[in-house]
């Protein structure tokens, strides 16, 4: 990744943190309960001197030789029963009980649970089907989690709140104004804001406590049913379903009708219509059991238990998985994969077009820094998004493999040869002779394994890209470093060593995916190891068995032995 590029998303990425607003609970009383730009690199006719530091996305993913058999897509998504929606990441119940996370998520605990709220920060909480609280992605106060059991948990910026089997309250994190010291007595809801929180009495009256600056902690009369507490003040719902709405200055009632679920600037109505205030692209159309409202976004379930969502996407938070894949690949800012039935979807960053991939059936896809290239159907090539350095320019004629790196790209004939084109000084001037059954394309530089199973690469050779090692192999993938699985199944990397990148884990594995500064490999027992990155944590790695990997520039995807996908951020 540029280095500019970088310090623009970390940026981004603290702005958005710090204004967006935080979920809540997804009980029904209080239902929570919710890249970059980057700069334009001119071609330059001058000769080059050293290789551009940017993201690379070298996924090897071996196109099979001749077209697929089609299958038809598995009806319908998966089913659900509560959502939260966070400032940068969101996360649901399945029917099972099991916890699905995406957007800038960090892997939620293992077991079956009840409900779930989203915070800011990296923040998430949840009620297992016990009654014990679980939470995890933030040191403000995962930490410190009460013991016991609970009814209800809402996850705000820097504090939590949570009410026990008994009614009464607890809150712990930052108590700057107060919002962690809730009062005594008996609660049947409660919704936790920024820096303040609202709960609903035995008796049906507000309390409101914490910062007080615009009137927040300043609820209206009356008795009511549930409440949501948000940025700009809170809203809730009286006993008769009418919305009452209040800020610093006013109470209002924002929307007609009468109401049974109320959180941020969304409420269902009692016939399961969604009403939604200061927000553009909610869906006005369905019944609807829960929703879930933010900042800009928000999401919701259908009757049919299907996902909703709408509104800012800047981490994926409002792109739940649905469908099942057979390949994937993970680009600078974006990603693509290829649905069972051979389409193409992408996602992500789009500035250079990247994510707009062709219509038609794929049989390969390679997401570089800022292009993608895929072979299609019937062995041809196509490639969009950044043209900078030539990478869209495609060669004629038919291939069996494509890799993307960061301004040029790779692919092996259907004789066994290499066609390589974009940057003619990485990728184009020195691609070897002789006949390859697999190629990467990365960052300065690629490597292919040729039809006698040893290495080969070409390209930049500052920091030993070309120092591969001997012997024969059956995988390779270059990104910032470069990797490759010996016949044995172990691993072997050579490059860039820094952050630990080229100090691969043991054991014996199938595939692997050079990325950033990070590399992805899958065990021989369909596990995932993940190394380098020194914010890479492998407890980030999701669990279960996989059977393809790509790591990107600063995420990676992956999918599972039923088709579906899991993808996760570094450091999240």
Not at 351 to 366: F, I
Not at 386 to 413: E, N
Not at 447 to 453: E, L, R, S
Request: glycine share 14%.
């Amino acid at each position: 990744m540029h280095l500019e590029r970088a310090h623009h998303l970390a940026v981004l990425l603290a702005v958005v943190a710090l204004v967006a607003s935080c979920g809540g609970v997804s009980s029904p009383s209080t239902t929570p309960v919710a890249l970059p730009a980057t700069p334009t690199t001119a071609p330059s006719t001058a000769a080059p001197t050293a290789p551009r530091s940017a993201s690379s996305s070298t996924p090897v993913l071996t196109a099979v030789p001749s077209p697929i058999q089609i299958e038809e897509p598995a009806p319908g998504g998966p089913m659900f029963t509560a959502v939260s929606v966070g400032p940068l990441s969101s996360c649901a119940i399945r029917t099972d009980g099991n916890l699905a996370c995406w957007g800038n998520a960090p892997r939620p605990p293992a077991g079956s649970f009840s409900e779930v709220s989203v915070g800011g920060y990296g923040g998430h909480c949840a009620i297992r089907t016990d009654g014990t609280l679980a939470c995890w992605g933030s040191d403000y106060f995962d930490q410190a989690v009460p013991a016991g059991t609970f009814i209800a948990v809402d996850a705000g910026a820097v504090h939590a709140c949570a009410i026990r089997t008994d009614g009464t309250l607890t809150c712990w994190g930052s108590n700057v104004f107060g919002q962690a010291t809730p009062p005594p007595g008996i609660f049947t809801a409660m919704s936790v804001g920024e820096y303040d929180n609202c709960a609903i009495r035995a008796d049906g009256t507000l309390t409101c406590w914490g910062d007080e600056t615009y009137g927040h902690a300043t609820p209206p009369i009356g008795t009511f049913t549930a409440v949501s507490a948000g940025v700009g003040g809170g809203c809730a719902i009286r006993t008769d379903g009418t919305l009452a709405c209040w800020d610093d200055t006013s109470v209002a009632s924002p929307a007609a009708g009468s109401f049974t679920v109320v959180q941020g600037n969304c409420a269902i109505r009692t016939d399961g219509t969604l009403a939604c205030w200061d927000s553009d692209n909610a869906p006005s159309a369905g019944t609807f059991t829960a929703v879930s409202a933010g900042e800009g976004y928000g999401c919701a379930i259908r009757a049919d238990g299907t996902l909703a969502c709408w509104g800012d996407d800047y981490q994926g938070q409002a792109s739940p998985p649905a469908g099942t894949f057979i390949a994937v690949t993970a680009g600078g800012l974006h990603t693509c994969a290829i649905r069972t039935e051979g389409t193409l979807a992408c996602w992500g960053d789009d500035e250079y077009g990247q994510t707009e991939a062709p219509a038609g059936t794929s049989v390969a896809v390679s997401a570089g820094d800022q292009s993608t290239c895929a072979v299609m159907f019937y062995g041809t090539i196509a490639c969009w998004g950044d043209d900078a350095y030539g990478q869209t320019g495609t060669p004629a004629g038919t291939f069996t493999a494509v890799s993307a790196g960061v301004d040029g790209s790779c692919g092996i004939r259907t004789d066994g040869t290499l066609a390589c084109w974009g940057d003619a000084f990485e990728y184009e001037a020195a691609a070897p002779a002789g006949t390859f059954t697999a190629v990467s394309a990365g960052e300065s530089g690629s490597c292919g394994i040729q039809t006698n199973g040893t290495l080969a690469c070409w390209g930049w050779d500052n920091e030993g890209q070309k120092a591969q090692p001997s012997g024969r192999f059956t995988a390779v993938s270059v990104g910032y470093n470069s990797c490759a699985i010996r016949t044995a199944g172990t691993l072997a990397c050579w490059g860039d060593s820094a952050p630990g990148r080229s100090n691969p884990p043991t054991g014996t594995f199938t595939a692997l995916s050079a990325g950033g500064d990070h590399a992805c490999a899958i065990r021989t027992d369909g596990t995932i190891a993940c190394w380098g990155a020194s914010g890479l944590d492998q407890e980030q790695v999701p669990a279960g068995a996989f059977t393809a990997v790509s790591a990107g520039s600063s995420h990676t995807c992956a999918i599972r032995v039923d088709g579906t996908l899991a993808c996760w951020m570094l450091g999240g």
